[in-house]
């Protein structure tokens, strides 16, 4: 699982008007869009659309369950790791438009100990995805300086091949300027301090766990998108979450 948090404003506190509401251009004499009609259409309505929504309330926290990669490559006949890469390669371009709204914080759940029981080889390719993935962000710090963008891996790390462990810890300590691990490790910080009697059991609460948390100082979730359209959600917290599925 992770965590992009970037330090740019948002513009969620602008209203729409009429005026302000941006226009699609279509010059139909470019060259762009003689040789591509559709493909320059999409950007350019996509464009319109990011630019509205620029004007009204942005969530500040993002979450995508990224799930259906293996059922998207079975229907388009593929393999399953090509399927995997098309949808990292998609959500690349989510993560692009939730920078471009503004969006401060966005969690990606990636991986679950589940996913180790799948096929091997399927399992290689997913490691290997993330570790080229997140090479190419640590080769592009310039971009992460530019958007301020910080990289925190929530999970136990433990499980994963040292060679990925080794990127992920270069990935977080290149973007560790502009930056939670889980419950497990909130827990285990608490109990020492009790051991070491810095605190009492007493002491013990919703704020003291939340400031153990790695991702202290993130906006609560809002919206949780499940990628696949299935819904398999199971919230035990009291965080506002708005499903999108």
Known sequence: MYTLKSSKESTQDSKITDKNIPAITLPSSSPKFLSSPISYLSK???EFLIKTLQHGPIPQHIGFIMDGNRRFARKVKVQTTKGHYMGFAKMEEVLDICLQLGIKVVTVYAFSIENFKRPKEEVDAL???AKEKLKQLCQNSQIVKKHGIGIRIL????????????VMEEAIETTKDNNRDEITNSVKK???M???KQIQIEDIDENLIE???????CPPLEILIRTSGEIRLNVTNNSRVSTYL
């Open 190 to 192: 608490i109990a020492k």
């Open 155 to 166: 999970g136990n790390m433990s499980y994963l091949p040292q060679d990925l462990r080794e």
């Open 194 to 196: 009790v051991d070491n």
């Open 211 to 217: 400031r153990c948390l790695f991702t202290h100082g």
């Open 44 to 46: 350019q309505f996509r």
């Open 127 to 129: 490691m290997q995805l």
